[in-house]
């Protein structure tokens, strides 16, 4: 199924694309070299260890944090600080909004279709309307006229979701969001995604550390530590054993099996010279 989700979107217009990009975080080199496209419809996860610059890349696609080097072009623009074209993020504090925040599900989700253009009239018709089918999309219509401080942090997330529908955004970044949620709650995210990138054309970026629900997800994983060390379907994400080597980590008990012969075999060769000196 992955592979014809591949097909059907090879021939897509990019909605990202990453040429040669480095950046530096206090000093330290935090990303380098990354090269990175993805096409509309595309479901992509970016997944690695803690502090493999996960965000910062994510951080860096939105314009937030300054490039050493490359480019990044979104929609086939290159990208600026505070230009979000149709991106929207859905950012790890997205399920933790400090509780004196008051506001309904359904305020939030129009707060989405807020613009310049409508600032003094946001509720039209046709804007009701798409707040409405957001909310549902999400599975929140029970809960709209809830304060978000009573949600649990995975419908939290889903109104957040919500929001970026109602604003019609085609790019949904999402950074870390199955991080505090219960196991049905992140069921019930990732199905979402998987329904919005095939029934409504969305293109999904997802940055996570659970390289499992990943492979139980996206059509395309990326595998980020300071570069890209694989990028492919998900069905050829390579083994854990080719990981450790793309990563360049070797087996300490492989390590340490050679070090146990190395020291065996010492040990037999001090017992035959020392039988040979005595037959000397
Ligand atoms: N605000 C910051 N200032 C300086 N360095 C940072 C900052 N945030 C993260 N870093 C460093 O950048 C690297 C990548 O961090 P990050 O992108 O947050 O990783 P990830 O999201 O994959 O866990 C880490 O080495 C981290 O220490
Ligand atoms: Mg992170």
Redesign the pocket.
């Known amino acids: 199924m992955q592979s014809i989700q591949a097909e059907k979107t090879s021939s897509n217009p990019y909605v990202l694309k990453i040429e040669n990009l480095s950046v530096v975080?206090?000093g330290?080199l935090?990303l380098d070299d990354i090269n990175l496209t993805i096409r509309r419809g595309e479901f992509v996860a970016i997944i690695?260890p803690?502090?493999?610059?996960?965000?910062?890349?994510l951080l860096t696609i939105l314009g937030e944090l300054k490039k050493k080097t490359g480019k990044i072009e979104i929609d086939a623009k290159p990208t600026s600080r505070g230009y979000f074209g149709n991106i929207a993020w859905v950012s790890q504090a997205a399920s933790n909004l400090p509780d004196h925040i008051r506001i309904t599900v359904q305020e939030l989700v129009q707060l989405g279709t807020l613009n310049p253009a409508n600032l003094f009239f946001p509720y039209s018709k046709k804007n009701r309307m798409s707040v409405e089918k957001a909310i549902e999309m999400v599975g929140l219509k029970e809960v709209q006229h809830t304060d978000i401080s009573r949600l649990s942090g995975g419908q939290r997330q889903r109104a957040v979701i919500a929001r970026a529908l109602a604003a019609e955004s085609e790019f949904i970044l999402l950074d870390e969001p199955l991080v505090g949620i219960d196991r049905d709650a992140r069921n019930q995210l990732l199905k979402l995604l998987d329904q919005l990138c095939h029934d409504a054309g969305k293109t999904i970026l997802l940055?996570s550390h659970d390289l499992t629900a990943m492979q139980q997800t996206a059509h395309r994983l990326v595998y980020l530590e300071e570069t890209i060390r694989f990028d492919g379907q998900t069905e050829d994400f390579p083994n854990l054993e080719t990981l450790a080597s793309l990563r360049g980590i070797r087996n300490v008990h492989v390590q340490e099996h050679v070090e146990n012969i190395q020291t065996e075999f010492d040990h037999d060769l001090e017992k035959c010279k020392t039988n040979d000196s005595r037959e000397d």
């Open positions: 975080r206090s330290k935090v690695g803690n502090g493999s610059g996960k965000s910062t890349l940055v």
